[in-house]
């Protein structure tokens, strides 16, 4: 999978790091649910853009600090887009047997409209592959407790439910929210094909 830096003409000292596949990457077939067993699958990923991050609920640092980050971009962006390109945030947790009844809440916690869904392995693998992400289950320790580690990149989905670009925390929300206006701009330019 080929990236490119798509550059963006902000101040030396807002971050954005984001990259955008040379060619848009296809996502396949899958069904996650969230805590209420309401699906949700690869068709929830047309139609508009989507930012999907993968993680876990008890992560101690790097997924509160991307779903406030997301928060904050999302917000910026919707400044520089129209309302129906405002980009939907989906929080995966790779962890089920622990998070399934509590993922929704976890991504409301960081605001009412993230979406936070799980679901069977083998269907967390699929879009873990296709968004060349990962994450791996650590030993658990005596009491049971285990670590996940696991990618901290977002990934920027467009409406056609194709594979665009990534984002790489800790990431500037304005410098965020053009680097993905500027996406959607070419994106209807058709020039990431």
């Known amino acids: 999978m080929a990236f490119a830096a798509l550059a963006c003409a902000v101040p030396a000292a807002a971050q954005v790091q984001g990259v955008m596949l040379d060619a848009p990457a296809p996502i396949p077939a899958f069904t996650l649910h969230d805590e209420y067993g ?12 989507t930012l999907v991050m993968f993680g876990f609920n008890s992560c101690p640092d790097v997924c509160q600090f991307t779903l406030g980050n997301l928060d904050a971009a999302v ?8 309302p129906d390109n405002v980009p939907k945030v989906v929080f995966v947790s790779v ?4 998070d399934a009844p509590y993922v929704t809440g976890y991504a409301e916690y960081f605001h009412p ?6 679901g069977a ?11 060349d992400s990962f994450y791996r289950l650590m030993p658990a ?9 696991h990618s901290s990149s977002v990934s920027v989905i467009g409406p056609d439910g194709m594979l665009y670009a990534k984002l790489q925390p800790p990431f500037d929300p304005g410098a965020t929210a053009e680097f993905l206006a500027r996406l959607q701009i070419e994106y209807r330019r058709g020039l990431p094909k």
């Not at 320790?141 to 996940?148: E, F, I, K, R, S």
């Open 38 to 49: 309401v699906p949700f699958s690869d068709t929830d990923l047309t139609g508009r853009w």
């Open 95 to 98: 962890d089920p047997d622990r």
């Open 121 to 131: 392995r083998k269907d967390i693998d699929a879009l873990i592959e296709a968004t």
């Open 141 to 149: 320790d005596a009491q049971g407790w285990y670590d996940v580690q």
């Open 113 to 118: 409209d993230f979406r936070g869904v799980t």
């Open 75 to 82: 917000s910026e962006t919707a400044i520089r887009v129209r």
